[in-house]
C-alpha cells in the first residue's frame, strides 16, 4: 500500500535530524542522519506496524486519497483577527498566505 509520508528535518543539539512520518499512521515514523535513512527506518517501522495490526486481527487502515486536496481551503476569520495577521504579515515582509502556512507548518511539527 502507498501510505502518503513526510519527510523534513529538525534541529537537535548534534545537527539536523531526518524524520519519515507516515501521515495515516499515528507514530509511525522514522528517524535518521540522512533522508534516505529515515525513509527506510519509517519503512521497517511501517513493516512491524502493518504486521501487529494483521496478527491482532484488526483492520489495516487504508491510505488516504490526497489526490483529492487541490491545496485550496476557505477560512473565515473575526474582523479583528484578520486586521491582526495583515499587521503581522506587514512587519514580518510576508504575504498573508506565507505567514499562515508558516504557522501551520510550525504548529504540525514541519520545517519553517
Known amino acids: 500500500m502507498n501510505y502518503p509520508m513526510r519527510l523534513y528535518t529538525v534541529e537537535t543539539v548534534e545537527g539536523p535530524e531526518w524524520i519519515a512520518e507516515f501521515v495515516d499512521i499515528f507514530g509511525c515514523v522514522g528517524g535518521g542522519n540522512t533522508a534516505k535513512g529515515a525513509l527506510e ?11 501487529f495490526v494483521k496478527e491482532r486481527g484488526e483492520d489495516i487502515p487504508q491510505p488516504s486519497d490526497y489526490n483529492e486536496c487541490n491545496g485550496k481551503i476557505a477560512l473565515r476569520l473575526p474582523k479583528s483577527m484578520h486586521r491582526r495577521l495583515l499587521k503581522l504579515s506587514e512587519d514580518e515582509g510576508k504575504s ?3 505567514l499562515i502556512l508558516d504557522s501551520f507548518e510550525r504548529k504540525m511539527g514541519g520545517n519553517e
Do not use: H, P, R, S
Request: charged share 15%; proline share 0%.
Open 41 to 51: 527506518d519509517a519503512l521497517i517501522n511501517l513493516e512491524y506496524y502493518l504486521g
Open 96 to 98: 498573508l498566505n506565507q
